[in-house]
């Protein structure tokens, strides 16, 4: 069987490979997310991840729940979420150049398994994409993001809180340009572009009004995969912008708007507490929501190693939110659940206004 | 719809109610009381369909709808078993909860109960205890002359073997798998009934023939489910153990590492309170995984509120009560006499230590 090199290259600060071994693959998981970032050129990757067969060397390790091998620097176990099954390799799971071996075997063929198969490699892809950006001093959010004459608004925001459909109605309304609908990345007082599942924004952005898929759009949007038109896309997208204003979005089953200032500490925390949800999360535009594996890797790791950059990772990420939202206004909206125009408004009023 | 009543070491008291095999639990049988009147209970827990108070919440992810002292979780899942549940008066005792199973295979089956239990309400007493400033630790302890032994490891590392293995040579026993700290730095034996796999079955716990097929079986299911079907059978210390002590001060506290060097080698270190801290609460964390996202989904919506404070004040416990002596052991996978031969070597060197 021969392997299937994708490259990817985050803004220039992450490389990551990706080798597989050659099989259908309706849904091109991991190719989805982060179409974006594929680079045609062969890269010297940050994260190199392997997907086929391999042999572990969990030789000298620590065993914590039976399960999960642990030595300095390395992660490995095989592991399960509801009928799915995997192994995972993870070399250089506290630092340096990341290099995963990832296994998946099937306990139950079943129609889901095309899906959950790409889903799986997602959730450890993604979480590891975290923690790696933030090494290097750029720290990716769970937040929509538009931008206007250079300047950046974000709009950090739970799963089901329209983030994609409010920045449609941005770009198409108020002639904004596109950061990320569901993540973007900070870095110092910038923010830089995350457009993650592009390919799916853009059939949305072009054939909708809102996120919502029925039955015959999904199969529109699966058809329209087939022809490959991944670098065809009609989003104005920008690379990055001055950062100028945050602005969580909550949605609730109050009948109101309210729109109130945040304090910098609290703010921090919930970014803090986003960002746990995500690194434990499956979430996804397919997929249903439990508890995502990585997360825990990096609690038993840190349970071996409490001393470990791992371990020390959210008091450390603590304080570099802190340094970049420092200065910078921040409010809160909540909403209703019922998404409206008269909800865009509000909040377009709040950016564009300063308040 | 029955009732049970618990009242753990007038610690926390509780009630459950629903059917009969979830209000008569065996996991909590060892503190079944008669009767609790309402104004004493801190957890109510019912098992019935519900329908979800939910007016004026923040709605996360589609599927957390929370509020102040409120928390709904629309769906959640662990293995085949699906759940929603309900908290009520989440930061001031007595707290509310209502738990629906949703249909599964599992739901005509006791093993629901189990995990439910291990899921949902072992975290809510850790919770409950927190608030009353004792701190509940996922370890075993045995005490000989009013001196309390501590072994902390995840699960299946080898609490319960080591703490049996030293019950043999004239300990008494305290608890196999949570252990209380107070704040009078004493422990406390929280007894459930022990977990019982084949892995940690040795000669100082009898079993009779029946019991041993069952086990054997188990094992079987285990290996044939590629790992996924993991049956224990649960054994009551308190039926096997006859020196029992409920309560001593806290002497020194071993947290047991397995390995799987090649060289097999035990190696034993003093380590320090701030650094055994941060294993427990990891242990605690990985322990109670389902419990740990959801204080995080509420502490999201209410970042100042006391559950989001939660692990803070749960550190600070461990930071005020441990005592100092604390050794981390490297053990192998499967424990063997040299362990327990060492750790008591410890033991003995360290009342040496004091009495010089």
Redesign the interface.
């Known amino acids: 069987m021969t392997n299937k090199i994708l490259n990817y290259n985050i803004h220039d600060i992450l490389k990551i490979q990706i080798a597989r071994e050659e099989h259908f693959d309706l849904m091109r998981g991991l190719d989805l997310e982060l179409s974006y970032f594929r680079s045609e050129v062969n890269l010297e990757p940050d994260i190199y991840f392997y997907i086929g067969k391999f042999i572990p060397s969990?030789?000298?390790?620590?065993?914590?729940?039976?399960r999960y091998?642990i030595r300095n620097n390395y992660f490995y176990c095989?592991d399960?979420l509801?009928r799915e099954?995997w192994e995972v390799e993870i070399n250089s799971f506290e630092y340096g150049k990341t290099v995963v071996n990832y296994s998946y075997s099937y306990?139950t063929w079943n129609s889901k398994a095309l899906i959950s198969r790409f889903s799986i490699e997602t959730f450890l892809l993604r979480p590891l994409i975290y923690y790696k950006l933030s090494e290097r001093g750029y720290f990716m959010i769970h937040s929509a993001g538009v931008s206007k004459n250079g300047e950046a608004y974000i709009f950090p925001a739970?799963?089901?809180a329209f983030k994609t459909t409010f920045v449609m109605d941005f770009i198409k309304k108020a002639k904004f340009n596109y950061l990320g609908d569901d993540r973007v990345i900070l870095h110092r007082g910038e923010v830089l572009s995350f457009p993650a599942h592009l390919i799916l924004f853009n059939y949305i952005y072009s054939n909708k009004n809102n996120e919502y898929l029925n039955l015959m759009d999904k199969i529109r949007f699966v058809n329209s995969l087939r022809q490959n038109n991944y670098y065809n896309v009609n989003v104005p997208i920008v690379k990055s912008a001055k950062l100028k204003l945050v602005c969580f979005i909550?949605?609730?089953?109050?009948s109101n708007v309210i729109i109130q200032k945040l304090d910098l500490?609290?703010a921090i925390?919930?970014l803090i507490?986003?960002t746990?949800?995500e690194m434990?999360?499956i979430?996804d535009n397919i997929v249903g929501?439990?508890?995502g594996p990585y997360y825990?890797y990096m609690?038993?790791y840190?349970?071996?190693f409490?001393?470990s950059k791992v371990?020390k990772y959210w008091d450390e990420l603590k304080q570099n939110y802190k340094a970049i939202l420092k200065g910078i206004p921040i409010y809160q909206i909540?909403f209703p659940?019922e998404y409206d125009d008269r909800v865009f408004q509000e909040i377009l009023d709040v950016v564009e206004g300063g308040l | 719809m029955n009732a049970g009543y618990y009242n753990i070491e007038n610690l926390v008291k509780f009630a459950l109610i629903g059917p009969r095999r979830f209000s008569n639990s065996y996991r909590y049988s060892n503190y079944k009381v008669d009767f609790i009147s309402d104004n004493e209970l801190d957890l109510i827990i019912r098992l019935n369909s519900f329908k979800p108070d939910?007016?004026?919440?923040?709605?996360?992810?589609?599927?957390y709808?929370i509020r102040k002292n409120y928390f709904y979780c629309k769906e959640?899942?662990y293995?085949?078993l699906r759940w929603e549940v309900e908290i009520k008066n989440l930061e001031s005792l007595p707290i509310h909860v209502n738990i629906n199973l949703k249909p599964s295979l599992l739901k005509i089956m006791n093993v629901s109960y189990i995990l439910l239990e291990g899921i949902i309400i072992d975290p809510l007493i850790h919770y409950i205890l927190t608030l009353k400033k004792c701190a509940l630790i996922h370890a075993s302890c045995i005490a000989r002359e009013d001196e309390g032994f501590m072994f902390i490891a995840?699960?299946?590392?080898g609490k319960t073997t080591i703490a049996t293995h030293l019950i043999g040579k004239g300990f008494n026993f305290i608890s196999d798998n949570y252990t209380i700290l107070t704040p009078e730095k004493d422990v406390i034996g929280f007894i459930e009934p022990l977990n019982i796999f084949t892995y940690n079955l040795n000669k100082n716990i009898r079993v009779n023939f029946i019991r041993k097929t069952e086990l054997k079986i188990k094992s079987l299911i285990y290996k044939l489910s590629?790992?996924?079907i993991k049956l224990f059978t649960r054994i009551n210390p308190l039926d096997i153990f006859t020196n029992i002590d409920k309560k001593t001060k806290l002497r020194a506290t071993f947290l047991l590492?397995?390995?799987?060097?090649?060289k097999n080698t035990i190696q034993l270190f003093r380590i320090s309170k701030d650094?055994l801290t941060?294993?427990i609460c990891?242990?605690q964390?990985?322990e109670f995984?389902?419990f740990d996202?959801y204080i995080?989904?509420y502490?999201?919506?209410l970042?100042?509120s006391i559950m989001?404070e939660h692990w803070e004040n749960y550190r600070n416990l461990l930071d005020n009560n441990l005592c100092e002596n604390i050794y981390l052991i490297?053990i192998p996978?499967i424990i063997n006499k040299d362990v327990t031969e060492i750790i008591l070597g410890a033991i003995n060197n360290d009342k040496q230590d004091t009495k010089l």
Do not use: W
Request: charged share 35%; aromatic share 10%; net charge positive.
């Open positions: 969990n030789k000298d390790c620590y065993l914590v729940d039976h091998y095989k399960s509801g099954s306990k739970r799963g089901g909550e949605k609730t089953n109050k500490k609290d925390d919930k507490d986003s746990k949800m434990s999360s979430s929501f439990s508890l825990r609690q038993a840190s349970y071996v409490p001393e371990a909540i659940e | 939910i007016k004026d919440c923040s709605i996360l992810d589609d599927k709808y959640d899942d293995k085949i995840r699960g299946g590392a590629k790992e996924y590492l397995p390995c799987n060097e090649a650094k941060k294993h990891y242990n964390i990985l995984p389902y996202r995080t989904v502490s999201y919506v970042p100042n989001s490297k996978q």
